[in-house]
């Protein structure tokens, strides 16, 4: 890992674009796809505009997160290492993405070590690795035994509670209409 920026990018103004972006002719040295309307926005870091970094991918920042909703059914996390020009795709079910799926300029892998989720907690266990790789963290899979999934969940549902503005107005707020709501 470098000690350059990482970001997470928003995965979604790519799913709709994606088809526009592979049939669309790369120049000779493979490159210049035609981008979704305001990825170099992204790209140049002047977006999203409520966390500006002003840095540039590939100069400032090296690798790239991105959390993939994979055909509506299904989350996957991805590294884009932009020096390698290799990805790494941590999907809890291998068999989920082909490799024609992945047919891109890029290298790439797919561990199979990767520990597997309960049906529903793909999402929690997307950020969870995205979120273990950015710190260094090892994938162990007591950390990520099955029986964790919703500990997982209600720890990342408090940690953007309390990283959101304005948050605490709402604390004392009855809620009990929604208590239980994500029981396993």
Known sequence: MSSKTRTMMPTWQWRFNY???KDSEPDQNGLGRRLPGGAWNYYAGTRPSFCQSNKVWGTDIDDVYAPVNYNDTHWIAMWISIPKRHIVVWDNICSSISPEDLDVLFTYERPTNIPPAR???????TLKYIECHALGIEFIKKDFAKANGKTMRDKMAMDIFQELPDAHEFENKDNDANLGAYEG
Not at 119 to 125: F, P
């Open 119 to 125: 049906a529903g907690d793909c999402g929690v266990y």
């Open 19 to 21: 088809k526009d972006f």
